[in-house]
């Protein structure tokens, strides 16, 4: 039996020690720039790992971080890249051995083979380990909880599945191995995978529609997932999500060993939310366990409740760690909760500020779901209070697209000017069965919003963009497709008028 074959079977049935100790092991990583895999790179390089990989000639913001890390890395994917001289290769799951030179290749050379998520699950069972899950909000749950942890200085590693500002721009921090914090992943049921001691579900909504069957399907996969909970395991759900809170409901009604900790403004208990206030620049909020008040420089109550699951999680840790109660370690580290929350400046990609231009804001976020662009754009209304949002997005699969019309029509509400791109092919699906699913896409949205515009490609909004931006706009770029490359090229072009020679030139004509 081929190793390839055999490793997916051994890593199922049995307890995996393969990746423990991982100092000193070679291994590449196929499609090492997607932020998952560059993330997973990245913790295992700083664990003391020899790694490298392949990916596409596609430049992404990931590229940056691993020639920080001093990863090497082929630009495109080829037979040629793979030698025998690896104990173990990681693949994305957005490739597979039928159509991957790489893993092709792999498999030849009898390579022992893992998918991100099998490797992910492999780390995280030698460990204590936190699983964070849900539709929106993980990224910026797993960089809040992983902030709070770094202020309490506690032995921990975490894994987010974006740059975090706070982990000096990378995707992981590691002080040590009590205990490991993952960003998890519902699709195809990937956090299946993994072998947690606390999860924080977010949310539950309708998405992947590619692969799950409905709303009952991907509700199954995240009751699947606190199902892995050992006796004694901690879930911490949001009790204003309607989807988190029906698990909440069910799972108390399954399992009756483990300890169920609601949080948000229609929770009781330690971390019920109350007082918030969002003003221009600040979000200020209470939490019932802790008297301090908190504040945040994100906008948007969403990162409120985000907020409120870093805390329930760190604060569980924190117990299990020192074997404190968690009314002693609330107590014993408000001030470091305050601090850290305050000192948060965001992830990659989410309401992330590029910077200030001739009086125009500029930012960019990956919301691609109905739900979180709506209250995204919501916070960032609030959050900047008079100013004119101009907004460019670029939707993301077209089974999303097509399944979460009717939402999707009613999410802009906030944005002033929408200007909409060509929908983003996923690798997983082909527009085989949706027609023209971009005119279709447009005109929906249209009926909801008096000023659409739709430019195919994202640079070609750029001279409309440019004749409509005013002073004290704020411009942001949103989905999970590429053109964020869009908002960085405007930033820059209206950076190069502020300085001196353009002004200089402007003022003697």
């Not at 191995?177 to 956090?191: G, S």
């Not at 108390?252 to 969002?278: M, S, T, W």
């Given at each position: 039996m081929p190793r390839y074959s055999y490793f997916h079977y051994y890593f199922n049935m049995h307890d995996s020690k393969l990746l423990h100790p991982i100092t000193g092991k070679k291994i590449y990583f196929i499609g090492i720039k997607g932020s998952g895999m560059c993330a997973l790179a990245e913790l295992f390089h700083k664990a003391g790992a020899i790694v490298s990989g392949s990916d596409t000639e596609e430049i992404f913001y990931t590229d940056s971080i691993l020639k920080q890390l001093g990863v090497k890395y082929k630009e495109g994917f080829s037979e040629s890249n793979l030698d025998d001289n690896y104990d173990f290769v990681i693949h994305s799951a957005a490739y597979n051995r039928e159509t991957n030179p790489d893993i092709q290749e792999a498999v030849k050379r009898n390579l022992l083979i893992m998918e991100y998520t099998e490797a992910l699950g492999a780390y995280s069972k030698n460990m204590r380990s936190c699983g964070i899950a849900g539709v929106h909000g993980k990224t910026t749950t797993t960089g809040i909880t992983g902030t709070l942890l770094k202020e309490m200085d506690l032995s921990v590693s975490v894994l987010a599945g974006s740059a975090i500002s706070n982990f000096?721009?990378?995707?992981?921090?590691?002080?040590?191995?009590?205990?490991?914090?993952?960003?998890?992943?519902?699709?195809?049921?990937?956090?299946?995978?993994?072998?947690?001691?606390?999860?924080?579900?977010?949310?539950?909504?309708?998405?992947?529609?590619?692969?799950?069957?409905?709303?009952?399907?991907?509700?199954?996969?995240?009751?699947?997932?606190?199902?892995?909970?050992?006796?004694?395991?901690?879930?911490?759900?949001?009790?204003?999500?309607?989807?988190?809170?029906?698990?909440?409901?069910?799972?108390?009604?399954?399992?009756?060993?483990?300890?169920?900790?609601?949080?948000?403004?229609?929770?009781?208990?330690?971390?019920?939310?109350?007082?918030?206030?969002?003003?221009?620049?600040?979000?200020?909020?209470?939490?019932?366990?802790?008297?301090?008040?908190?504040?945040?420089?994100?906008?948007?109550?969403?990162?409120?409740?985000?907020?409120?699951?870093?805390?329930?999680?760190?604060?569980?840790?924190?117990?299990?760690?020192?074997?404190?109660?968690?009314?002693?370690?609330?107590?014993?580290?408000?001030?470091?909760?305050?601090?850290?929350?305050?000192?948060?400046?965001?992830?990659?990609?989410?309401?992330?500020?590029?910077?200030?231009?001739?009086?125009?804001?500029?930012?960019?976020?990956?919301?691609?779901?109905?739900?979180?662009?709506?209250?995204?754009?919501?916070?960032?209304?609030?959050?900047?209070?008079?100013?004119?949002?101009?907004?460019?997005?670029?939707?993301?699969?077209?089974?999303?697209?097509?399944?979460?019309?009717?939402?999707?029509?009613?999410?802009?509400?906030?944005?002033?000017?929408?200007?909409?791109?060509?929908?983003?092919?996923?690798?997983?699906?082909k527009n085989s069965n949706f027609g023209d699913l971009n005119r279709i896409f447009f005109d929906k949205i249209a009926e909801n919003h008096d000023k659409v515009f739709y430019y195919h490609e994202?640079?070609?909004a750029d001279d409309f963009i440019k004749k409509e931006l005013k002073d004290g706009d704020l411009f942001i770029t949103m989905g999970a497709g590429d053109n964020w490359k869009l908002g960085i090229k405007l930033y820059k072009y209206y950076k190069q008028l502020e300085s001196p020679e353009k002004t200089r030139g402007r003022a003697e004509n």
């Open positions: 000096d721009g990378r995707s992981t921090f590691v002080l040590g191995t009590d205990y490991f914090i993952a960003e998890t992943c519902e699709y195809k049921r990937h956090f299946l995978s993994f072998f947690p001691d606390i999860i924080i579900i977010t949310s539950i909504e309708p998405d992947h529609l590619d692969y799950f069957k409905d709303y009952d399907d991907i509700f199954d996969a995240f009751l699947s997932y606190t199902e892995k909970l050992p006796e004694d395991g901690v879930l911490i759900y949001c009790k204003d999500d309607k989807g988190a809170n029906l698990l909440g409901d069910t799972v108390a009604k399954k399992r009756k060993d483990i300890k169920l900790v609601p949080y948000g403004i229609e929770a009781k208990g330690l971390f019920k939310i109350e007082n918030i206030k969002q003003s221009s620049g600040i979000t200020e909020f209470n939490i019932a366990g802790i008297k301090n008040k908190l504040s945040l420089q994100i906008p948007g109550v969403h990162n409120v409740l985000n907020s409120a699951a870093s805390i329930a999680a760190a604060v569980h840790i924190n117990s299990s760690i020192t074997g404190s109660s968690i009314e002693e370690v609330l107590k014993k580290e408000s001030a470091n909760i305050v601090a850290g929350l305050k000192n948060y400046k965001g992830s990659k990609r989410r309401s992330e500020l590029l910077g200030t231009a001739c009086n125009i804001t500029f930012m960019d976020d990956y919301a691609h779901h109905p739900t979180a662009i709506e209250t995204t754009l919501s916070g960032i209304k609030s959050f900047f209070p008079g100013k004119r949002i101009i907004l460019d997005f670029m939707s993301h699969t077209y089974s999303r697209t097509h399944a979460l019309m009717e939402e999707f029509s009613n999410s802009f509400g906030n944005a002033d000017i929408v200007i909409i791109n060509k929908i983003y092919a996923s690798a997983r699906e994202p640079d070609d």
